[in-house]
């Protein structure tokens, strides 16, 4: 009996998942990549091809949400909260929690092109139609997102080593960057379920909140 009282408990488990470098894009990369998709989004307004648009909004999503691939394949056009007094992406995310994903100025207004550019094409824009539809209307798989992002990838000229999920990693660590180290709202924003996870991006905890999304990307 005194044997098994006085037997040491296992030690717990160390939070081993580590974010470098590598799983993140840098600036020189995002500009990049935006300036191939601004190029191919005038393309596709001139010869009406609506997969450049869409492909162009999927990489703005990524860099300034930082959702999942999974969540932003499964938007609706009524998870944009965009009128005069909100800004801000409402979903169900990781675990089935709703979560509500704070946007900047700049890309709400992208947000608002993006549904313009969707019925100027003919598209649906009403509360239940998917956001990033396929050229038949509907719900786009993961699997096509990270093709399209491959594509926008090779030419930029980009290594070819990131995944669409990439595009998560480096807006969590420039929103840090922007926020003087604000893991709790970074945490809020990415949905994660413990700050462990947040803190795999560095830093120290500071509160600068939504004046941060401003200076994403300067």
């Not at 990838?153 to 990693?169: D, E, F, G, P, Q």
Request: charged residues 30%.
């Amino acid at each position: 009996m005194k044997s098994e009282l006085f037997k040491k408990k296992g030690k717990k488990k160390s939070f081993g998942w580590v974010i470098d470098e590598s799983k993140c894009l840098s600036i020189n990369e995002v500009k990049k990549l935006r300036y191939v998709c601004n190029e191919d989004r005038n393309i596709g307004m001139g010869k009406r091809r609506f997969s450049l648009l869409r492909n162009w909004f999927m990489l703005e999503l990524g860099l300034e949400a930082g959702l999942r691939v999974q969540e932003m394949a499964a938007l609706r056009c009524s998870s944009l909260l965009i009128d005069t007094k909100r800004s801000s992406i409402v979903l169900i995310g990781k675990g089935n929690k709703k979560r509500a994903v704070w946007i900047n100025s700049k890309f709400k207004k992208t947000c608002e092109l993006f549904l313009k550019y969707k019925k100027d094409f003919g598209y649906s824009i009403n509360a239940e139609d998917f956001l990033l539809n396929n050229l038949k209307g509907e719900m786009i798989t993961k699997r096509a997102l990270q093709k399209f992002f491959g594509n926008i990838v090779r030419k930029a000229n980009v290594s070819r080593r990131y995944s669409i999920h990439c595009l998560r990693h480096t807006y969590a660590t420039f929103l840090l960057d922007a926020s003087n180290n604000n893991y709790r709202f970074v945490q809020k924003q990415l949905g994660h379920s413990s700050i462990r996870t947040t803190q795999t991006y560095a830093g120290v905890i500071d509160s600068k909140g939504r004046k941060a999304l401003e200076k994403l990307y300067e």
